[in-house]
């Protein structure tokens, strides 16, 4: 069973776009003001598109898998092909990416980016907040997930920022996932259903009461649920830490 890093938007030919959620509904415009859309330039001189979301004026969460030689983040918008006066199109000045992040197991897939100037909070901007160290978010819940990946495996799709509804599931919904581990991580999405985060989602945000709680990771080639995304509540005081001191 092969396992998809969700970002890999430079194997698609390029009028495959960034795409969109799979089984989702389009956002109304300018609702999710803190997501960001990334822009990569990967070491290997490709292009590649992530989510992300905004948490302070200088900082934006994402994936770690999602880091590159250059990144350029663009806030404020819903079709990331038509340029409105609500766009900020920042560089990040630094990529943290998390000390024991494994590219392997994808384990600790998260990373911070600091902004090279500071974005400036409007209706069509604005900061998500993160819940504290001690939530555990339980299976059961139904959350959502934002983002530009694609629509279908093989499909490119629209350019304008989408949503999913998706279950949490029990850890043995992802047991099929060799290095799955629970408490860093969560398991998204109703097997029995279509609905799933894609390719140019990873480093969007999982939402559940208005709170960020996960980041897309990864997920199966055939895009069938569940996927697994990063927890967020065990990495608050690293986030908090880098917060302070950068």
């Not at 396992?3 to 609702?31: M, Y």
């Not at 200088?58 to 250059?70: D, L, N, P, Q, S």
């Not at 629970?182 to 097997?191: A, F, K, R």
Request: overall charge positive.
């Amino acid at each position: 069973m092969q396992v998809l890093l969700l970002w890999l938007v430079f194997f698609l030919p390029p009028e495959a776009g960034a795409g969109e959620i799979i089984s989702g509904i389009e956002s109304k415009p300018h609702s999710r003001p803190y997501m960001a859309y990334l822009e990569i330039t990967t070491d290997q001189s490709y292009v590649a598109n992530c989510g992300g979301f905004l948490i302070s004026e200088e900082f934006v969460v994402t994936a770690a898998h999602c880091k590159g030689r250059k990144i350029t983040v663009i806030l404020g918008a819903h079709d990331i092909k038509q340029e409105e006066s609500t766009w900020q199109k920042l560089k990040v000045k630094e990529q943290f990416v998390h000390p024991k992040y494994n590219s392997l197991t994808n384990v600790n897939d998260i990373m911070l980016l600091k902004l090279q100037t500071k974005a400036k909070l409007n209706h069509a901007v604005g900061t998500v907040p993160l819940p504290t160290k001690s939530t555990f978010i339980q299976p059961g819940k139904v959350c959502r997930a934002t983002g530009w990946g694609r629509r279908g495996v093989n499909k490119p799709g629209s350019d304008t920022l989408r949503e999913v509804k998706l279950r949490l599931m029990k850890a043995k919904a992802c047991n099929h996932f060799k290095f799955y581990d629970h408490n860093l991580q969560i398991c998204v999405g109703n097997p029995r259903k279509k609905r799933s985060a894609y390719k140019g989602d990873s480093g969007g945000p999982l939402l559940c009461a208005g709170v960020a709680q996960g980041i897309v990771s990864y997920g199966r080639t055939d895009a069938k649920p569940p996927g697994v995304f990063t927890r967020l509540s065990p990495y608050v005081p690293w986030i908090n830490k880098i917060l302070k001191h950068k």
